[in-house]
């Protein structure tokens, strides 16, 4: 009997059964990746969801000592036009005297204006102060009716239950009036 017929010869057969073994493997990772991909890409979210992943705002008609409120993600954006009082009144305080010690220039990219998320974050409410006629608390800023927590003109925590100052949200000018939140 030649030696390539022998079944038990470790020759050119093992060779070709390794490599049929690789190609096959191969092939199996291959259309499992093809098979899996559609669902890994559904997660991803969609072109309406992406599209309110950020919103421009143009700030250019805001006046000194305005404050409007825009909608970011499904949440309320305070945008504060601060007078030149309002943001020494947030630079002259003593970050010793505060539950979430946070100086102003850390909370601001510019010191006229102070852009925050509106939820309150003690409870989820949402804090008064926005509209003329609103109670802004004991230090000007914003205060949460629903259980005493009041915000100062830099969006901390001064008073109240609240555990931490208003959330600052990801932004970026994007010239001297417009900026881009999220």
Known sequence: ?????????SGEGETRRDFLFLAAGAMGVVGTAVAVWPLIDSMNPAADVRALSATEVD????????RIT????????????????????????NLDELRDPQADADRVQKPEWLIVIGICTHLGCLP????VGDPRGE??????????SHYDTSGRIRKGPAP???????????????????
């Open 1 to 9: 009997m030649p030696e390539s017929a022998n079944p038990g010869h």
């Open 59 to 66: 700030l250019d008609p805001v006046e000194v000592g305005q």
């Open 70 to 93: 825009i909608t970011w993600r499904g949440k309320p954006i305070y945008i504060d036009h601060r007078p030149q009082k309002e943001i020494d009144a947030a630079r002259n305080v």
């Open 128 to 131: 008064k102060g926005q509209k």
């Open 139 to 148: 230090w000007g800023g914003w205060f949460c009716p629903c259980h005493g």
């Open 164 to 182: 931490r100052n208003l959330d600052v949200p990801p932004y970026e000018y994007l010239d001297e009036t417009r900026v881009r939140i999220g």
